[in-house]
């Protein structure tokens, strides 16, 4: 429970910061050219509100809504969520939106976008600015990388160093790795200690290499004891640190990653077991380990069933600790275009794997407040906090300049197309794509937070 507190307080100090700067960039440019704000808003506040107050000679009301699905800022003379027909059938006010010149209209809407990209790059620069850049570079994983029968047949081989591609160079082991194997026509490694270069086919699935059991590519974990749990399968063998396990169910295990295949492959099995007896027989696993002695020992152990899957109860050597680390400095001024270059990339890397949301895999990977709240750290850790707000501020960014109804982006598009053509989309238009746009909307958030449920009760 305590877990599940800190993940959801971090998710919602994040997005209470980004909505209401997000808001804000629409409050300030409605200001400037002299818009007239109704109502302010962090969170959404149908049937009633946690508290609003309204300043002395203030055209505005800012206040707290109890919905926590984000925020709103109500512009005079728009047709928007509030979806206030009302007073579009009025007279023209010149403090509203649609008697603004279009490009101002413009740059209002685009407000939220513009100080959500803007704030991603500032966390990011100010981030390598007081913590620097830490990370173990791919070149300096000296226990190499374990590969799945796809990347073998291309030429891979188990303990092979990745260090580039024709793309640029690995700087560590983390989704960009993946984005560039799966566009590269070449890959350069290092075999036992000799340089070498692979031909890829340059179309790889990116999603189909990250979900494969095993996966196209992971670090090589050599299996290593570290300590035993307390009344585990493990300690029950009498196992201790500097033991090593040789075989589990007659099959040979060299790495930590094979291991943990073969406890996979006894979730498997469990999983279509229909009798107690059966389940039994499943958990019932014959291991063969070599002690520090010298002694090798062949014996059978139940292994434990729990809600995060079959457990053999140690811990195994963690081997980042064997690596060294890469640290740069950054001071203020170098900060600011090395958090936009880093940005940016985040931000490409993020428009690139768009294209995956549209395929079947794609959809089940949606997720939402559930998956969202899944990336913080379950400790409150400032560093992990602002990474994880930057990023989320850069999707926020992206996903709100969509061309889509009731977003930022389909007020934008129809702003765009008024200014071409010179012809301004009637109001019934307009009130019917906003329907249209909110419909979508709340189809996705449906989608997405049904994905967590269907995960939650591993239905997915």
Known sequence: MEVFLIKALQLMLSLSILVLLHEGGHFFFSKLFGVRVEKF????????????????????????????????????????????????????????????????????????????????????SMILFHWGDNYVATRDMSYGMKF???????????????????????????GDLYRNLSEAKQVNIIRQGKPMTLNLPGDLDMLSM??????????????????????????????TKGDKILAINNKKVVSFNEFQIELGRVEDVLASAETPQDSARALTAQVTYLKASGDTVKSSVLLQSTEEGVKFGFYNHPVMLDYKMTHVNYGFFESFPAGIKYGWNVLAGYVGDMKYVFSKEGAKSLGGFGALGSLFPSVWDWHAFWLMTAFLSIILAFMNILPIPALDGGHVFFLLYEIITGRKPGDKFMERAEYIGFGILILLLVVANLNDVLRLFGIM
Not at 71 to 76: F, L, P
């Open 148 to 174: 799945n029968t796809e990347a073998k047949a291309l030429g891979f081989q188990d303990k092979d160093i990745l260090v580039s591609t024709d793309l640029g160079e690995f700087k560590t082991f983390d």
């Open 41 to 124: 808003y962090l969170f959404f506040d149908p049937w009633f509100h946690l508290f609003e107050f309204k300043p002395k000679n203030s055209d505005t009301t800012y206040g707290l809504g109890w919905l926590p699905l984000g925020g709103y800022c109500k512009i005079s003379g728009m047709i928007d969520e509030s979806f206030d027909t009302e007073q579009m059938k009025q007279p023209e006010q010149p403090y509203e939106f649609r008697s603004k010149p279009a490009w101002q209209r413009l740059l209002i809407m685009v407000g939220g976008v513009l100080v959500n990209f803007v704030l991603a790059l500032f966390i990011y």
């Open 210 to 239: 990250i979900k494969s059991s095993p996966r196209f590519v992971d670090m090589y974990v050599p299996l290593q004891i570290d300590s035993v749990m307390k009344d585990s399968p493990a300690s029950k063998l009498g196992l």
